[in-house]
């Protein structure tokens, strides 16, 4: 399978826990996002790295959201001390150069 | 402040009409615009996507047409087809500014009734 990949598909949490989500991009892909998708809206921008470097941040991404793209290949997104309003899809997408970005399949985090 | 607007949420089409998603957008920075389907409990699907420079792409039964002076663009669907119903995304970046995200619209949920 060469699609984006995405770990894990659902999460529950209780509020205050710290989440931790994996991306695996499609190989040779130097660009990497990170995008949030509530119900009824559309995917919001949170992140975006090229090779290692995060090179955009959202205003959305509070100082409780991290995200490393180490060695350039995969990328995590950490996010601490979880609130209820942190219940979304978490989408990733990857692409090359001027192409267009594939999406992964997402993971669902519910904070309870 | 919403830059890129889908104002139709829902959209019911009859099985080999067309269907015409519609889409508008503010920020006239965005010089490439894409347009992506998504099923329940999956991510979005890349479909077609159009630069600033033109103002028609085609792809098979998909055509996007762009006017950039009234900055709205929509997406041809001939002929619909039952595989075709799914929520369609319109989404814009600023290439030419640098800038690689997507500001995406609201969707517009699509069904075709066969």
């Known amino acids: 399978d060469t699609g984006v990949s995405q770990d894990p598909r659902h999460k529950i949490t209780k509020r205050g826990q710290n989440v931790t989500f994996r991306c695996d991009p499609i190989s040779e892909h130097n660009r990497l996002y990170w995008y949030r998708q509530t119900l009824g809206q559309g995917p919001e921008f949170l992140t975006y790295?090229?090779?290692?470097?995060?090179?955009?941040k959202s205003r959305l991404l509070s100082d409780r959201f991290s995200a490393e793209r180490p060695k350039g290949s995969f990328s995590t997104l950490e996010i601490q001390r979880t609130e209820q309003g942190d219940s979304a899809m978490y989408l990733c997408a990857s692409n090359r150069q001027e192409l267009e970005a594939f999406f992964g399949q997402g993971t669902r985090l519910t904070v309870v | 402040d919403q830059q890129v607007k889908q104002n139709s949420p829902s959209l019911s089409v009859q099985e080999g009409r067309i269907s015409i998603l519609n889409c508008d957008y503010t920020n006239s920075m965005f010089d490439y615009f894409l347009w992506y389907k998504k099923y329940p409990a999956e991510g979005p699907t890349f479909l077609i996507s159009i630069s600033s420079i033109k103002d028609k792409n085609e792809d098979g039964r998909f055509t996007v047409f762009l006017n950039k002076s009234a900055k709205h663009l929509s997406l041809h669907i001939v002929p619909s087809q039952p595989g075709d119903s799914a929520v369609y995304f319109c989404a814009a970046s600023a290439r030419g500014a640098g800038s690689y995200q997507l500001t995406f619209g609201k969707g517009t949920k699509l069904s075709v009734i066969p």
């Open positions: 790295f090229q090779n290692e470097a995060q090179l955009e």
